[in-house]
């Protein structure tokens, strides 16, 4: 019974030892993408749902869903786009099926070839998650909120992962635009 414990506490021990790394490994991956990512701008369609166990958030859909090709593909739903920045958006310049080899920014992202050379693309974020209060203010207001306004993402992109680094509505991030409205 002795040597059991033995080996139920060593396994145990372990177990607890790769959760703990996989947890740091996610937030240093997380992290570093925000610290050294380059930063593009998607214009967005916001709409404000409630989970209630993640919080509030609003999703976001991104003007940019499908992009006109001529290339052919294999069976493939991963595809890597690349950037051009025209006025104060980034634009979706070019799809590859592999990561470009040069330094271009490129986002990894999944999408769906119809058969007229369309490929719809759906983004690895789609949800900002925000404080209750704004949030609430936010859901009170619906989409009238956002009608009159431009609204982008800030996207942080490096090596091809992209995390949302913040919302803006015309110049100023949502958070200091709804305490100007309150």
Do not use: W
Not at 56 to 77: A, D, G, H, V
């Amino acid at each position: 019974m002795n040597r059991f414990k033995k080996y139920f506490f060593a396994a145990f021990f372990t177990l607890c030892v790769i959760q703990l790394i996989t947890v740091v490994y996610s937030a240093i991956k997380y992290e570093t993408i925000l610290l050294f990512g380059d930063v593009i701008t998607l214009k967005a369609e916001p709409v404000d749902p409630y989970d209630p166990f993640r919080g509030r958030y609003i999703t976001l859909n991104f003007e940019q869903r499908y992009i006109n090709t001529k290339k052919q593909f294999n069976e493939t739903n991963i595809f890597f786009i690349t950037f051009n920045n025209k006025e104060n958006f980034s634009i979706i310049d070019d799809i590859f099926d592999i990561p470009p080899q040069s330094n271009e920014l490129y986002l990894e992202v999944k999408g769906y070839i119809y058969t007229n050379g369309k490929v719809n693309i759906t983004y690895p974020f789609d949800r900002f998650y925000m404080q209750e209060n704004l949030a609430q203010y936010v859901d009170s207001h619906g989409q009238k909120f956002f009608s009159d306004n431009e609204v982008a993402a800030k996207i942080r992109v490096l090596s091809g992962k992209g995390i949302i680094e913040n919302v803006v509505v015309g110049n100023v991030s949502i958070s200091e635009f709804i305490k100007e409205q309150k």
